[in-house]
């Protein structure tokens, strides 16, 4: 791209359909062409509308994949793009179908924030977003990860959904900008905190671990280890609390979630002096819980 000359996303060009991007991003990826060589708004715009594709070589590695190049490896999207495709994404695509369990708008919301993580991530490292976007996009994600009720991973013959892994995922690349106050810090830990609170299906595909990597982020960045210590104290009481409200086989499911989260808890900090008694609380919390 030549410097200084910008892309509208917002142009009224037709975009492509599914079969169109795919055979482009696929010669793209095999160098059978370049990025300079086609109409890069257009594509952009078209990655953008399909990125919840159930095509699940498009959307993983065709769409994503080149979003990754483009804006990780190559910053060929400059920041003002950037901001544009950053945007688009906290409109619709962040909450198409939300509140849906077991469709395919799914896919739509669960990578959409996995483009808001790229953004971030290379705004860590080249600082263009304004704080008050950082704000935005906290807000949004709080919203979006509060209201999102299709928590499946893999999806039999349409790949990775994943909402939880990638939300927690793109939290992990928020809570290291600079410009996010660490008093943000308490609500971003009680929101990821609640997605541990499961009772309709268990976490089989390391959601878990991925909910840990913002959580021992923010630990390293300064939040209150007691915070945290609080939580897990909380925990055998608040599932008694459930076990009266649900049902057994439901109660049983939770258990195993917030079980799990805690023993991955313990092996992730393990070996870390300054966390000792974090890893102490654990020991008694898991003792407690039956």
Not at 7 to 32: A, P, R
Not at 123 to 132: A, I, Q
Not at 269 to 280: A, D, E, H, S, T
């Given at each position: ?10 142009s ?13 991003l ?50 060929q999207?400059?920041?003002?793009l ?10 619709e695509?962040?909450?198409k ?5 077991d ?37 949004n ?9 299709d ?20 939290f992990g690349?928020?809570?290291?900008n ?9 609500e ?15 976490y ?24 945290i ?39 992730k ?22």
């Amino acid at each position: 791209m030549t410097k200084g000359k910008m892309m509208n996303l917002s142009s009224g060009k037709v975009l492509l359909d599914e079969g169109e991007l795919k055979c482009i991003l696929t010669e793209i990826k095999s160098g059978k062409c370049h990025w300079h060589e086609v109409d890069r708004s257009l594509l952009l715009k078209s990655m953008l509308e399909h990125i919840g594709s159930t095509d699940s070589e498009l959307r993983d590695q065709l769409i994503y994949t080149s979003f990754y190049r483009l804006i990780i490896e190559s910053h060929q999207i400059e920041p003002e793009l950037l901001i544009e495709l950053l945007e688009a994404c906290l409109n619709e695509p962040l909450f198409k179908g939300i509140g849906e369990k077991d469709t395919d708008t799914v896919f739509t919301r669960a990578f959409t924030t996995l483009l808001i993580a790229l953004i971030l991530f290379r705004d860590n490292t080249g600082d263009f977003l304004p704080s008050s976007t950082i704000y935005s996009i906290k807000e949004n994600l709080i919203k979006y990860i509060n209201l999102e009720e299709d928590l499946r991973g893999y999806v039999a013959g349409k790949g990775w959904a994943h909402s939880i892994a990638h939300v927690a995922d793109t939290f992990g690349e928020l809570v290291k900008n600079p410009k996010l106050d660490k008093d943000n810090y308490s609500e971003i830990l009680k929101t990821l905190w609640s997605k541990l609170f499961i009772s309709s299906s268990v976490y089989v595909h390391d959601e878990d671990e991925r909910i840990l990597i913002p959580i021992l982020e923010m630990l390293e960045r300064g939040l209150n280890v007691k915070e945290i210590e609080e939580l897990i104290e909380n925990l055998p009481t608040e599932l008694k609390v459930q076990k009266a409200q649900i049902e057994i086989e439901n109660y049983w499911l939770l258990v195993f979630n917030i079980k799990t989260f805690l023993k991955s808890f313990y092996i992730k900090i393990n070996g870390n002096p300054r966390l000792l008694p974090l890893q102490k609380n654990i020991e008694q919390c898991l003792a407690r819980i039956y």
